[in-house]
């Protein structure tokens, strides 16, 4: 084989190897699903790169001498997303995201199936315990990726976003002018019949 396509063919194959690693977690973040936390395969993902501090080193340094960090499935959500772009990521950082990344989108998918939901039932669809999930959800709704309003007293989380004044007119007038519709109909088929039958 001529070195370009060995080089190709190589590349192909690595390819492959990584996009088989993250197949299934790819295709869990496109799904309507909740996602399982601790992922299924995380022993590759946790020696992966990615979440070692070996990556966010000198390019030139030995993989091998980086002593791999105790990457943890607890979620810290003690930093906000802005204070974590300001400084350095470690790998346990970038696992830390990860593992954001999967519960925000768990919450997007909850918010899809429920309208209200009790928060501690919340929370346990999460993994998670009420304070993170409030927190979490909190920050979803102040950058305004997901509307929810959390009732605390009563412990509920709505989904539901409400609809303006004028829309709900709409819908009502929609429906009556429907309403009208069918009753002028009906009205036309009673005279018809009486009609048939006063003939006869």
């Known amino acids: 084989m001529p070195p370009d396509l060995t080089v190709f063919v190589s590349l192909f194959f690595l390819l492959c190897l990584l996009l088989s690693?993250?197949?299934?977690?790819?295709?869990?973040?496109?799904?309507?699903?909740?996602?399982?936390?601790?992922?299924?395969?995380?022993?590759?993902?946790q020696s992966n790169s990615t979440f070692t501090d070996a990556a966010s080193g000198d390019a030139m340094s030995d993989a091998s001498a980086a002593a791999p960090a105790k990457l943890s499935n607890d979620l810290d959500v003690s930093s906000t997303e802005a204070e974590r772009k300001e400084g350095a990521s470690s790998g346990a950082a970038r696992w830390n995201d990860l593992h954001k990344r999967i519960v925000q989108h768990n919450i997007r998918v909850i918010a899809g199936y429920y309208s209200r939901i009790r928060s501690a039932r919340l929370a346990e669809l999460l993994k998670l315990d009420e304070s993170k999930t409030e927190v979490l959800l909190s920050e979803m709704v102040s950058t305004k990726q997901l509307y929810a309003k959390m009732d605390r007293p009563a412990g509920v989380v709505?989904?539901?976003?409400?609809?303006?004044?004028?829309?709900?007119?709409?819908?009502?007038?929609?429906?009556l002018s429907s309403l009208l519709q069918l009753v002028e109909k009906t009205c036309h088929m009673i005279n018809k019949e009486q009609m048939m039958y006063g003939i006869k």
């Open 158 to 175: 709505s989904f539901h976003k409400p609809q303006p004044a004028t829309e709900v007119l709409n819908d009502y007038a929609n429906d």
């Open 21 to 45: 690693l993250h197949r299934s977690v790819l295709s869990e973040f496109i799904g309507d699903e909740v996602m399982n936390w601790p992922l299924s395969s995380e022993k590759e993902w």
